[in-house]
């Protein structure tokens, strides 16, 4: 049996409907939404997608919340010293 959605993937549902720049966008988010992502906890690629915006790691089991689609791991935090404040004695 032949492959039918061998250029549009899990967009062939949509058929010629909506226009082919959106069709390839919604197959571009599909396709990365699809892909596992690292998690920050445990340093594995085992993060998936649970809900809109939930991820949550098959590994480790802790979950994040980020972007709707694509995980997107929150920026590291950085702490730097405070330099006393001169003139305030």
Known sequence: MSKRTKKVGSTGWM???????????????????????PCPQCSTNTLHRVASGIFECRRCGTRFASNAYIFAAPPPIVRTEKAPVAGNS
Request: aromatic share 4%.
């Open 15 to 37: 058929g010629s409907r909506y226009g082919i720049r959106i069709r390839r966008r919604v197959l571009e988010m599909d396709r990365a939404r699809r892909k596992p992502a």
